[in-house]
């Protein structure tokens, strides 16, 4: 059924830059990404065409349903969610249509709301409650930024065409040419992406991830104009930090970027802190912003519907039909662990092998078709992946921009909100 | 379905009904003339003795898009003050000063409110504000996309670009961004704050574009005009929170020249320079400025005592105010050349004299101003307070010897710098009626709202009589929502799901050519990804219905 279709400006869910130029072919049930693809867009692309027939169907207690059998599967799940006293849903890879319906549905089960990022995001999260930050957002960088310092990141290994899009632009509104500077500050994989088209090469200020923190707060030090003793901090020269300040400084529009994924140690979110408040302090004066990147694995889509349906952020709990925040408790991870949950709904629908935690508990799976499991859960639901199968909504990083996924091939695979409205309408 | 309301006192200003004792038809969700004799009734409701007025207009409230998620994601504190238990037909969620959008929807029409229309669209996050107007039940929606400060139209500017290419510009933003009106917010000042700029007076020039402020408010209201869109330009002025923004404010009608301008939550632009604090009211020369020039409309953004959080997409104030923040945290944002934003909570205080006096202020001008089909009852939700602090703001308004109970509590130094306590003026419940309810409508050219004659959406509030009018404005009895009982005695007893309300005024779709190759050099998104569809508002809106209003293009 599926005819050979060449599309244009397609938009792709596979990390948070969202890109949404990319052309794509169908042939003979393929999807191939023909122009503008990532290494990341192409892989997903090419895993999500190679399914089977067989992966299409549901299966129960790991037996195939029959034909049209969907709905049978579907009443299982909701078997397994009338008998839960604390179902936790997690995952909650999906669009803004599927999160909607999951959101109603948690209300409906008093279930806690979690996102296997939510680590992450909470890292980002209680910088925001606590202190707050100065930011920006992507075509402001790519018109305006004259400094653009990385702090623990390349941003290339999550979001592979950051520079070709952001920064290495032809184009920029207010000037002709734009002297761009890049600083790379961390133990960072790939500084090559920062090399400039003229062969400028980029500052690369190495340091241990878990130094970033002291950095930044020398670095805050050195703006704020005062005295350092020791010559260096983490093994980096005052003298460079000096002159990074000094860029700061006289930069038009600095952009400090940070990938919160990268930051991942103990306290990172102090080291986080610490830059946006080095960020603020540089406003005094000049203009900086800081870029948070994230967005991958929709985690940015599901928060910012939990959010603004609910109040609060996730992870959250809908327990007895109050809701409740507490980041630190409700994640799945803990939640498991603890044993404080007894029933366990996994939905991820864009790529295969983000499955779900190993669990003893009853669990239902909303999963990619041909996702293959250690332990198969007590019910999986194949359902389709928005931007290839339906139409949908996802958020960019910067959570400004949503953008419209499109439908690029057809085929039986139900969309996430159609499942979990089905399964609703049960309970 | 018919639907017979008896013998209510009615308070319908549109149609000149004042306290007029008489009975209410309803059929298929709007109201209609009395049925023949022998016409059956299905439904019977006895209003003797109860208030009955059309469903409020909130004309200016930040119920969704981008800042107010920063808001609600930045406050779970606040949030615990105020949660919504879920009941068999409500969600569980969370209140006060960023409320959720379920909240936002159950609590707006619990206090009898139907429709609510949120004044900063940034067309880049019109698609998130959609999203979220969708999830706000019961109530009508609508927004104003922000214009004045996007690289496109002030390079358009520069350029001396034709009224008529600009006048283009704006229509393609309305259909782009499926909006009511326009905004400008600190006219061409965001954009400078990017520019490292930290204040901008409205003859002063952005040192990029050469452009004044005074400028982009003249070929925008203009604009709006010639389109023939009903509602006015909606200006969010110069200087906000500057000692002698009473000065810009002034200048700022004067910008308009004559055409329709309409300056919003003003009570946060009337500040003078006098007195030991540096600090004093402008309401008096603001108020007599509005009373002279029937071309302005104005709503007040009154403050109320208590905690709450400032969401704007005036990100140089923002900043500038950022160090009054409280609890201490607070966001600044710059946007896809287009906008920016700003979330910094505060708490009122009466103790502290800028606040109590900046709490007078707004009362001043609701009180001096003297055509209440010019100024609307706002509290800039949330910025000045959370809407919930509505009918509060009606008692103080409704009953002097209240309103002067509660001035003689606040700061001492702040009594001395108001007249508030002697003026005696006390709106009647016909002025509440038009400044909630009528003139909200006719601003914003809505002819089914606003209003209880035939042919009118059957959004209706029965209010129990109360001598205290804070009590008779929290809890109405009955609120109908397209002839619907949505809520009863202040408790939601129906889910439905509002209209979204759109202006598509006509213009020559050349200039899409122009903006497709600028989005191709110099944007991060398609330009077919910046526009929203009619079908793709829908889903963004959970199937909303869209309601498009006429504009009558005038020649220009
Ligand atoms: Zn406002």
Known sequence: ?427 | MLIKLVGGKVYDPANNENGVIRDIFVQDGCIVSRPHDHSRIDETYDLNGKIVMAGAIDLHTHIGGGKVNIARAMLPEDHRQDILERSNLTRSCCGRAAPSTLATGYRYTEMGYTACFEPAVLPINARQAHMEMGDTPIVDKGGYALLGNDDFFLRMMAANEDQQLINDYVAWTLHAAKCIGIKVVNPGGISAFKFNQRKLDVDEEHSYYRLTPRQILKTLTRALHDLGVPHPLHVHASNLGVPGSDDSTLITMGAAEGLPIHITHIQFHSYGTEGDYKFSSGAARIAEAINKNSNVSVDVGQIMFGQTVTASGDNMSQHRNAHHANPKKWVVMDIECDAGCGVVPFKYRDKNFVNALQWAIGLEIFLLVQDPWRIFLTTDHPNGAPFTSYPHLIKLLMDKSFRKSVLSTIHADAIKMTTLGSIEREYSLYEIAIMTRAAPAKILGLSGHGHIGVGANADIVVYHTNDDPEIMFAKPLYVFKRGELVAKDGAIVKITLGDIHIVKPEFDGAIEKRLRAYFERYHTVNLDNFKISDDELSECGNGSRMTIHPCNKRPS
């Open chain 1, 1 to 427: 059924m599926n005819k050979l279709a060449s599309r244009n400006n397609i938009t792709c869910p596979f990390c948070g830059l969202v890109c949404d130029d990319l052309s794509t072919s169908l042939i003979n049930e393929k999807l191939e990404v023909t122009a503008n693809g990532c290494s990341l867009s192409k892989l997903a692309f090419a895993q999500l065409s190679s399914v089977n027939a067989s992966d299409l169907r549901p299966r129960v207690s790991g037996k195939p349903v029959g034909d049209n059998e969907l709905g049978h599967a579907i009443a299982e799940a909701a078997g397994l969610l009338r008998g839960s006293a604390q179902p936790l849903f997690s995952g909650l890879m999906t669009d803004v249509s599927g999160m909607r319906a999951i959101t109603s549905l948690a209300d409906r089960c008093g279930a806690i709301l979690d996102h296997p990022n939510s680590a992450a995001l909470t890292r980002n999260l209680s910088v925001l409650q606590n202190s707050g930050w100065i930011t920006t957002t992507f075509s402001e960088v790519k018109n305006r930024a004259d400094l653009i310092v990385l702090v623990g990141t390349d941003a290339v290994t999550r979001f592979p065409r950051f520079f070709e899009r952001l920064v290495w632009n032809k184009d920029h509104l207010f000037s002709e040419e734009l002297k761009r500077e890049i600083v790379y500050l961390g133990d960072i994989k790939n500084t090559q992406p920062g090399v400039a088209p003229n062969g400028r090469q980029p500052l690369v200020i190495p340091c241990n991830q878990e130094k970033l923190g002291e950095i930044m707060g020398a670095l805050r030090c050195i703006a704020t104009g005062k005295h350092i003793e020791a010559t260096e901090i983490a093994g980096v020269s005052i003298q460079v930090l000096e002159k990074l300040i000094s860029k700061l400084s006289n930069a038009r529009y600095g952009v400090i970027v940070w990938a919160v994924a990268d930051l991942d140690f103990p306290h990172a979110e102090l080291t986080i802190q610490s830059l946006c408040e080095l960020v603020k302090y540089l406003n005094k004066t000049t203009r900086t912003c800081g870029l948070p990147l994230g967005g991958n694995d929709s985690d940015l889509t599901a928060n910012q519907v939990t959010t603004w349906q609910i109040g609060f952020s996730l992870p959250v709990s809908l327990a007895n039909g109050r809701p409740s925040y507490d980041p630190h408790h409700f994640t799945t991870t803990s939640l498991l662990a603890q044993g404080a949950v007894d029933t366990l709904l996994w939905v991820s629908s864009y790529q295969a092998q983000r499955t779900p935690p190993a669990t003893k508990i009853p669990s239902i799976v909303l999963g990619c078709a041909g996702m293959q499991f250690e332990n198969e859960p007590d019910v999986f639901i194949p359902v389709a992946t928005p931007g290839l199968d339906h139409s949908g909504h996802i958020f960019r990083s910067d959570t400004v921009v949503a953008l419209p996924l499109r439908q690029l091939r057809t085929n039986s695979l139900p969309a996430v909100a159609h499942v979990i409205g089905a399964l609703q309408k049960l309970l």
